[in-house]
C-alpha cells in the first residue's frame, strides 16, 4: 500500500546538504530537522512499513567495503519505500579485487544514472573524498573508527522518542569507545542537544583525551550507573584492534557487561540501548537485551525511518540545486 505524496510537502528550506558526511559539522536546527522528518515518516507510513513515493525514479547504491546487516538493508528498504530503486554492491564480488580503486568504482557506479551513493568503508574519510569527486548525493555509512551518522541519529531519536527531550539526560555509552565510530556520532548529536554524556570502558579503550569534547570519562562503570538515564552498550570492536585492551572477554564481561544486577543499581526507567550486532554475554546479558528496559529493536525500526529522512532530505537538496 502506497500513502498519498502530498502528505509529505518539500523538504525544509533550512535543509541545505546534498550530503551527509557526519554529525560534527551538523548544526541543531539540522539535527533536529533530520529527527523530526524521521518522525514523520514513521508516523505517515504506519512505522515504515509502506510506501511514500517520493523519490520515485531515484536510484541509491550501497557501496559497502565492510560487512553490515541492520545499515545496508535498512537503506535498502528506506529507498524503496520512498518509491526509488537500489543496487547492492559487495566488494568481494566486485572489480576492487582486481585492482580498482573504490573511487574509481564509484564513478563508474554513477556513470550508470545512481542519484545517491550510501558508502562503508574501513578508511576514515572515503564517503567525503568521494563526496568531493562525485556529482551525486553521497551519505556516510559508517567510514572506519570516524563516524557512521545515521545510527548516532537513530540512537539520539530513539531516546527522545522514550524521554520526550535530549535535553538534561545523562547518557553512557559503555564499551570500546576508541574503536567506535557510533561512540563518535552519538557524542556530537547528543552533546550539541543539551546530553551530558559519559564515556565509559577499560582505560586501555577510554583515554582521558576524550574529556577534551566536553565528556565525562570514567572507567567504573558500577559507579555512573545510578547517574544514568540511557545506558549505550557498544560492541568491542576486535577487528579494528591490533592488540588485546583487556586480559580476556570474560574479564570485560565482569566489569563492564549490562546484566541483571547492575540494573538493579540504576534507576527505575532506565532506557537501554544497543547499536548491535551485540554479543550476548559480553556487552549485555540476554535477558536485559530481551527485557522491558530494552530499546533495541525499536533502535532498529528508528533507523528505516532516520534512513528515509536522509535520503529524502539529501536527494531533495541536490534536486534544488539543479532548478
Given at each position: 500500500?502506497?500513502?498519498d505524496v502530498s502528505e509529505i510537502g518539500p523538504i525544509p528550506a533550512a535543509w541545505t546538504?546534498?550530503?551527509?558526511?557526519?554529525?560534527?559539522?551538523?548544526?541543531?536546527?539540522?539535527?533536529?530537522?533530520?529527527?523530526?522528518?524521521?518522525?514523520?515518516?514513521?508516523?505517515?507510513?504506519?512505522?515504515?512499513?509502506?510506501?511514500?513515493?517520493?523519490?520515485?525514479?531515484?536510484?541509491?547504491?550501497?557501496?559497502?567495503?565492510?560487512?553490515?546487516?541492520?545499515?545496508?538493508?535498512?537503506?535498502?528498504?528506506?529507498?524503496?519505500?520512498?518509491?526509488?530503486?537500489?543496487?547492492?554492491?559487495?566488494?568481494?564480488?566486485?572489480?576492487?579485487?582486481?585492482?580498482?580503486?573504490?573511487?574509481?568504482?564509484?564513478?563508474?557506479?554513477?556513470?550508470?544514472?545512481?542519484?545517491?551513493?550510501?558508502?562503508?568503508?574501513?578508511?576514515?574519510?572515503?564517503?567525503?573524498?568521494?563526496?568531493?569527486?562525485?556529482?551525486?548525493?553521497?551519505?556516510?555509512?559508517?567510514?572506519?573508527?570516524?563516524?557512521?551518522?545515521?545510527?548516532?541519529?537513530?540512537?539520539?531519536?530513539?531516546?527522545?522518542?522514550?524521554?520526550?527531550?535530549?535535553?538534561?539526560?545523562?547518557?553512557?555509552?559503555?564499551?570500546?569507545?576508541?574503536?567506535?565510530?557510533?561512540?563518535?556520532?552519538?557524542?556530537?548529536?547528543?552533546?550539541?542537544?543539551?546530553?551530558?554524556?559519559?564515556?565509559?570502558?577499560?582505560?586501555?579503550?577510554?583515554?582521558?583525551?576524550?574529556?577534551?569534547?566536553?565528556?565525562?570519562?570514567?572507567?567504573?562503570?558500577?559507579?555512573?550507573?545510578?547517574?544514568?538515564?540511557?545506558?549505550?552498550?557498544?560492541?568491542?570492536?576486535?577487528?579494528?584492534?591490533?592488540?588485546?585492551?583487556?586480559?580476556?572477554?570474560?574479564?570485560?564481561?565482569?566489569?563492564?557487561?549490562?546484566?541483571?544486577?547492575?540494573?538493579?543499581?540504576?534507576?527505575?526507567?532506565?532506557?537501554?540501548?544497543?547499536?548491535?550486532?551485540?554479543?550476548?554475554?559480553?556487552?549485555?546479558?540476554?535477558?536485559?537485551?530481551?527485557?522491558?528496559h530494552s530499546a533495541i529493536l525499536e533502535q532498529v525500526t528508528n533507523g528505516l525511518a532516520?534512513?528515509?529522512?536522509?535520503?529524502?532530505?539529501?536527494?531533495?537538496?541536490?534536486?534544488?540545486?539543479?532548478?
Amino acid at each position: 500500500m502506497s500513502i498519498d505524496v502530498s502528505e509529505i510537502g518539500p523538504i525544509p528550506a533550512a535543509w541545505t546538504r546534498r550530503h551527509l558526511l557526519g554529525l560534527e559539522d551538523l548544526s541543531v536546527e539540522e539535527l533536529n530537522l533530520i529527527l523530526d522528518a524521521a518522525e514523520m515518516f514513521k508516523e505517515a507510513t504506519g512505522g515504515c512499513t509502506q510506501k511514500i513515493p517520493v523519490l520515485t525514479g531515484r536510484t541509491c547504491a550501497n557501496l559497502f567495503f565492510e560487512n553490515s546487516t541492520r545499515t545496508r538493508t535498512s537503506f535498502s528498504l528506506a529507498m524503496r519505500r520512498l518509491g526509488g530503486d537500489t543496487v547492492d554492491f559487495t566488494a568481494s564480488s566486485s572489480s576492487t579485487s582486481k585492482g580498482e580503486t573504490t573511487l574509481d568504482t564509484a564513478r563508474n557506479i554513477e556513470a550508470m544514472g545512481v542519484q545517491v551513493v550510501v558508502c562503508r568503508h574501513r578508511t576514515p574519510g572515503t564517503p567525503h573524498l568521494l563526496s568531493k569527486n562525485l556529482n551525486c548525493s553521497v551519505i556516510n555509512a559508517g567510514d572506519g573508527a570516524h563516524e557512521h551518522p545515521t545510527q548516532g541519529l537513530l540512537d539520539i531519536l530513539t531516546i527522545r522518542q522514550k524521554r520526550g527531550s535530549i535535553a538534561g539526560q545523562t547518557v553512557a555509552l559503555v564499551g570500546d569507545i576508541q574503536f567506535s565510530r557510533t561512540a563518535r556520532s552519538n557524542i556530537w548529536g547528543l552533546k550539541k542537544l543539551g546530553a551530558h554524556v559519559i564515556v565509559c570502558g577499560p582505560a586501555t579503550l577510554v583515554s582521558p583525551l576524550w574529556r577534551e569534547l566536553g565528556v565525562e570519562v570514567s572507567h567504573n562503570l558500577d559507579e555512573i550507573l545510578p547517574r544514568c538515564d540511557v545506558l549505550n552498550l557498544l560492541r568491542i570492536q576486535f577487528e579494528r584492534q591490533s592488540t588485546r585492551p583487556f586480559p580476556s572477554v570474560r574479564e570485560y564481561a565482569h566489569l563492564y557487561s549490562m546484566n541483571r544486577e547492575r540494573l538493579e543499581k540504576t534507576k527505575g526507567n532506565v532506557l537501554v540501548l544497543a547499536p548491535g550486532p551485540i554479543n550476548r554475554g559480553v556487552e549485555i546479558a540476554t535477558d536485559v537485551a530481551d527485557g522491558p528496559h530494552s530499546a533495541i529493536l525499536e533502535q532498529v525500526t528508528n533507523g528505516l525511518a532516520v534512513r528515509m529522512a536522509v535520503l529524502w532530505l539529501v536527494c531533495g537538496a541536490s534536486a534544488r540545486e539543479l532548478e
